[in-house]
C-alpha cells in the first residue's frame, strides 16, 4: 500500500468524522462521494430502484453510526462497501427464505484459461438474464469489478474474503457468464 493511499484514507476518516460530528458540508461531500456508485451497486445487484433506494438509504445510517470503527487501513469506499453489499446480501437472503448459496456446480471445475470478451454484440438484456444465473456472492463481485472497478484485494475486503477466494469466486463467475451467454448465442441463432 502506498504512502498515498494511507494519506487518502486518513483524510477519508476525518471527513467522515467531521460529518458525524455535525459539519453539514462534510455531510454532503461524504454523501456525494459514496452515493452514487453504492446506488449503482445496489440497484444492479437487487434489480429493483425501491430497494436499491432503501439499501443506500441504510448504508448510510449504518455508516454514520459505525463511524468510530472505520481506522482508515482501507478507503471509505470500500467500508462503505462492505456495508451495502452485506445489506444487499440480507435483503437477498431474506427473499430467497434464507437459501444462500456459497458454492455453485462450477466450485470444483478446473482452473482454464477464460476468454472474456468486451461483450460486443451481446445485449444489456442477455448480460442481465445471465447476471442473474450467478450466486448471490459471484453477482455481487463481478458488479464491484466491472462496474466499480475494484480490485480482488478491494472486493474481498468489501466481501469478508480473502484476496484468493475473491480470485475464484471471479473467475468462477466468468466461466458461469460466459457459458449463459454462449448458450444465449446459440438459442438466438436458432
Given at each position: 500500500?502506498?504512502?498515498?493511499?494511507?494519506?487518502?484514507?486518513?483524510?477519508?476518516?476525518?471527513?467522515?468524522?467531521?460529518?458525524?460530528?455535525g459539519?453539514?458540508?462534510?455531510?454532503?461531500?461524504?454523501?456525494?462521494?459514496?452515493s452514487?456508485?453504492?446506488?449503482?451497486?445496489?440497484?444492479?445487484?437487487?434489480?429493483?430502484k425501491?430497494d436499491?433506494?432503501?439499501?443506500?438509504?441504510?448504508?448510510?445510517?449504518?455508516?454514520?453510526?459505525?463511524?468510530?470503527?472505520?481506522?482508515?487501513?482501507?478507503?471509505?469506499?470500500?467500508?462503505?462497501?462492505t456495508i451495502v453489499?452485506n445489506?444487499?446480501?440480507d435483503?437477498?437472503?431474506s427473499?430467497?427464505?434464507?437459501?444462500f448459496?456459497?458454492?455453485?456446480?462450477?466450485?470444483?471445475?478446473?482452473i482454464?484459461e477464460?476468454?472474456?470478451?468486451?461483450?460486443?454484440?451481446?445485449?444489456?438484456?442477455?448480460?442481465?438474464?445471465?447476471?442473474?444465473?450467478l450466486?448471490s456472492?459471484?453477482?455481487?463481485?463481478?458488479?464491484?469489478?466491472?462496474y466499480q472497478?475494484?480490485?480482488?484485494?478491494q472486493?474481498?475486503?468489501a466481501?469478508?474474503?480473502?484476496?484468493n477466494?475473491?480470485?475464484?469466486?471471479?473467475?468462477?463467475?466468468?466461466?458461469?457468464?460466459?457459458?449463459?451467454?454462449?448458450k444465449?448465442?446459440?438459442?438466438?441463432?436458432?
Amino acid at each position: 500500500m502506498s504512502l498515498f493511499s494511507n494519506k487518502q484514507h486518513r483524510i477519508e476518516r476525518a471527513l467522515l468524522k467531521s460529518a458525524v460530528a455535525g459539519n453539514s458540508q462534510a455531510s454532503k461531500e461524504v454523501i456525494r462521494l459514496l452515493s452514487s456508485p453504492a446506488y449503482s451497486l445496489a440497484w444492479k445487484m437487487l434489480g429493483k430502484k425501491e430497494d436499491a433506494e432503501d439499501v443506500v438509504q441504510e448504508a448510510f445510517i449504518r455508516l454514520w453510526k459505525s463511524a468510530d470503527t472505520f481506522s482508515g487501513k482501507s478507503g471509505l469506499s470500500t467500508y462503505f462497501y462492505t456495508i451495502v453489499s452485506n445489506l444487499c446480501l440480507d435483503r437477498i437472503k431474506s427473499v430467497n427464505k434464507g437459501f444462500f448459496e456459497e458454492f455453485d456446480e462450477l466450485e470444483h471445475y478446473p482452473i482454464k484459461e477464460i476468454e472474456w470478451s468486451n461483450g460486443e454484440g451481446i445485449s444489456p438484456e442477455s448480460i442481465q438474464k445471465a447476471m442473474n444465473v450467478l450466486s448471490s456472492k459471484q453477482r455481487m463481485a463481478m458488479l464491484m469489478w466491472a462496474y466499480q472497478d475494484l480490485t480482488a484485494e478491494q472486493i474481498g475486503d468489501a466481501l469478508g474474503m480473502n484476496k484468493n477466494s475473491v480470485d475464484q469466486l471471479l473467475y468462477r463467475a466468468k466461466l458461469k457468464l460466459k457459458a449463459e451467454l454462449e448458450k444465449g448465442e446459440s438459442h438466438a441463432i436458432k
